[in-house]
Nanobody
Framework: QVQLVESGGGSVQAGGSLRLSCAAS?????MGWFRQAPGKERVGVAA????????YYASSVKGRFAISQDNDKNTLYLQMNSLKPEDTAMYFC????????????????WGQGNQVTVSS
């Protein structure tokens, strides 16, 4: 069983930046971030495999968000720049021991979620 502990959410004005962190308690092959805005479906934002050789980004965040990891600390990061009001959502850290993608059903482990609010 892998536990994921997230931190770093908050409120920011449009154009600002935030960084999310996620510490994992056990082995994971792939870690990533999903988000869910009120009244909308949960969607994949970014994912990365162990070693960082494979990354996935949603088209809506490509060029603005960067996913990275510190393998020594078993911690995942999401640097979010040029934030827009439409980025407002609950952000969830995810992990899986086998697969890597932006498909939510492929991830066995989910964090508790961290709110990100971007005001115009």
């Amino acid at each position: 069983q892998v536990q994921l502990v997230e931190s770093g959410g908050g409120s920011v004005q449009a154009g600002g930046s935030l960084r999310l962190s996620c510490a994992a308690s056990g082995y994971t092959y792939c870690m990533g971030w999903f988000r869910q805005a009120p009244g909308k479906e949960r969607v994949g934002v970014a994912a990365i495999n162990t070693g960082g050789s494979v990354t996935y980004y949603a088209s809506s965040v490509k060029g603005r968000f960067a996913i990275s990891q510190d393998n020594d600390k078993n911690t995942l990061y999401l640097q979010m720049n040029s934030l827009k009001p439409e980025d407002t959502a609950m952000y969830f850290c995810v992990a899986d021991p086998v697969r890597c993608s932006l498909v939510s059903t492929n991830f066995d482990y989910w964090g508790q979620g961290n709110q990100v609010t971007v005001s115009s």
